[in-house]
C-alpha cells in the first residue's frame, strides 16, 4: 500500500527556515512524481515543487523559487522541502503528494496524498 507521511511543520517567525520530510512507503521515489503543495485557509491549493519520475525534472512555483528547495534521500525513500526565508504568506498546510508523471506541478496527475503538515508562520 502506498504512503505519504509528513513531517516537519511548526510555528516559526518570519525569516526563518524550517524542513518538511515526506517518507514514502509502498513504492519507489524513482517510479513515482513527488511533489509539495500547500494550501492556505480560504484558498486553493497550490503546487509549491515538484520532482517529476527519475528525478530529470525539478519544478518551482513562483511562491517558493528561490527559497525553497526539493531534495530526495533515496536510501530513505524521503523526499525533503527545504524552506527558507519563510514569509507570512507561506502559512499553510503543506503536503506530499505521488503520481505517475508530473505536470509542471499541477494537482491532476497526482493520485496519493499525506494528511499534510501545518507550517505557520508568525512573530
Known amino acids: 500500500q502506498l504512503q505519504l507521511v509528513e513531517s516537519g511543520g511548526g510555528l516559526v517567525q518570519p525569516g526563518g527556515s524550517l524542513r518538511l520530510s515526506c517518507a514514502a512507503s509502498?513504492?519507489?521515489?524513482?517510479?513515482?512524481?513527488i511533489g509539495w503543495f500547500r494550501q492556505a485557509p480560504g484558498k486553493e491549493r497550490e503546487g509549491v515543487s515538484c520532482?517529476?519520475?527519475?528525478?530529470?525534472?525539478?519544478f518551482y512555483g513562483d511562491s517558493g523559487k528561490g527559497r525553497f528547495t526539493i531534495s530526495i534521500n533515496k536510501a530513505k525513500n524521503t523526499v525533503y522541502l527545504q524552506m527558507n526565508n519563510l514569509k507570512p504568506e507561506d502559512t499553510a498546510v503543506y503536503y506530499c503528494?505521488?503520481?505517475?508523471?508530473?505536470?509542471?506541478?499541477?494537482?491532476?496527475?497526482?493520485?496519493?496524498w499525506g494528511q499534510g503538515t501545518q507550517v505557520t508562520v508568525s512573530s
Open positions: 503528494s505521488a503520481g505517475l508523471a508530473d505536470d509542471e506541478c499541477r494537482e491532476s496527475p497526482y493520485d496519493y
Open positions: 509502498g513504492f519507489s521515489l524513482d517510479d513515482y512524481a
Open positions: 520532482i517529476s519520475n527519475r528525478n530529470e525534472n525539478v
